[in-house]
């Protein structure tokens, strides 16, 4: 199992760039970033280079999304500021050789407007999947549960499903965040995952209900797990959750995998 940890979460006790290093320190060989752009692409680069990490995936910037708003990506007209947004992740994709991103659907407060949300979103989605293929980057979209982002445009397995029906690239695929799709009660995550496999891009991880290390929520992670290990899926696994406490110490899941699974951390 490829381990990745994701620094806009993990290891929070440091500033971003002091992150990569103690991500190193703690047996990680690759990182994901949800948005770097607070950093320069130079400085993250250089941090990559001194620790020999691997960047494997940041999202496109998505406006105003983390303040309780719409986003970018699904809004009638913004379609100018969502292509911006790409075109800003372009420039670290390139420059970090990042091989996976991620784009958040965003919100939509108002259901009757749902349908012309979602044409908007997935024009939005196969446009930066068509610039970021000639680089081979896959695009990745992700189900949010609506609990912590009420009014969420995707929010369950069954709508993911129905993007990538619609789809028109090869590129794109599904973000399956355990915490996410487990707090929507989606039944046995272990099975999904079993089942999706390969039409998975990209893994995160966090336990329910509080998103802390795996062993503080009600998830039978052994399984999950073993689930991710023996699927199709081929990809990243991050560590997405919120530590309870110092980062290092809530690493216990790492040497089970270790102990019991095959694992390039």
Same mark, same amino acid.
């Given at each position: 199992?490829?381990?990745?940890?994701?620094?806009?979460?993990?290891?929070?006790?440091?500033?971003?760039?002091?992150?990569?290093?103690?991500?190193?320190?703690?047996?990680?060989?690759?990182?994901?970033?949800?948005?770097?752009?607070?950093?320069?692409?130079?400085?993250?680069?250089? =941090?990559?280079?001194?620790?020999?990490? *691997?960047?494997?995936?940041?999202? !496109?910037?998505?406006?105003?999304?983390?303040?309780?708003?719409? +986003?970018?990506?699904?809004? %009638?007209?913004?379609?100018?500021?969502?292509?911006?947004?790409? !075109?800003?992740? $372009?420039?670290?994709? @390139?420059?970090?050789? !990042?091989?996976?991103?991620? !784009?958040?659907?965003? /919100?939509? #407060?108002?259901?009757?407007?749902? &349908?012309?949300?979602? =044409?908007? #979103?997935?024009?939005?989605?196969?446009?930066?999947?068509?610039?970021?293929?000639?680089? +081979?980057?896959?695009?990745?979209? *992700?189900?949010?549960?609506?609990?912590?982002? %009420?009014?969420?445009?995707?929010?369950?397995?069954?709508?993911?499903?129905?993007?990538?029906?619609?789809?028109?690239?090869?590129?794109?695929?599904?973000?399956?965040?355990?915490?996410?799709?487990? /707090?929507?009660?989606?039944?046995?995550?272990?099975?999904?995952?079993?089942?999706?496999?390969?039409?998975?891009?990209?893994?995160?991880?966090?336990?329910?209900?509080?998103?802390?290390?795996? +062993? @503080?929520? =009600? $998830?039978?992670?052994?399984?999950?797990? &073993?689930?991710? =290990?023996? &699927? @199709?899926?081929?990809?990243?696994?991050?560590?997405?959750?919120?530590?309870?406490?110092? @980062?290092?110490?809530?690493?216990?899941?790492?040497?089970?995998?270790?102990?019991?699974?095959?694992?390039?951390?």
């Amino acid at each position: 199992m490829k381990l990745a940890a994701n620094l806009s979460m993990l290891f929070t006790e440091q500033p971003l760039l002091e992150r990569f290093g103690a991500a190193k320190t703690a047996g990680f060989n690759a990182v994901e970033v949800q948005f770097p752009y607070v950093e320069k692409v130079a400085d993250i680069k250089a =941090e990559l280079k001194a620790h020999e990490l *691997e960047c494997v995936l940041i999202n !496109v910037p998505a406006g105003d999304l983390m303040e309780g708003g719409e +986003g970018l990506a699904s809004v %009638p007209g913004k379609e100018a500021e969502f292509a911006a947004a790409v !075109v800003e992740c $372009l420039s670290y994709v @390139t420059s970090l050789r !990042v091989k996976r991103v991620n !784009v958040l659907p965003g /919100r939509c #407060f108002d259901e009757s407007k749902r &349908s012309l949300y979602l =044409e908007t #979103f997935m024009r939005n989605l196969n446009t930066a999947a068509e610039m970021f293929k000639p680089l +081979g980057v896959t695009v990745t979209f *992700e189900a949010i549960n609506t609990f912590d982002m %009420p009014g969420f445009l995707i929010n369950n397995v069954q709508q993911m499903l129905d993007v990538m029906a619609d789809s028109k690239h090869d590129n794109i695929k599904m973000q399956f965040d355990v915490y996410h799709m487990a /707090r929507m009660e989606e039944g046995d995550v272990s099975a999904i995952i079993s089942r999706l496999g390969n039409q998975i891009g990209h893994i995160q991880f966090a336990d329910v209900p509080g998103r802390g290390e795996p +062993g @503080t929520g =009600e $998830l039978d992670f052994k399984s999950i797990f &073993s689930a991710i =290990e023996y &699927s @199709t899926y081929e990809g990243w696994v991050g560590a997405e959750y919120k530590p309870t406490k110092n @980062t290092e110490d809530t690493l216990r899941w790492k040497q089970w995998i270790a102990s019991n699974l095959a694992m390039c951390s």
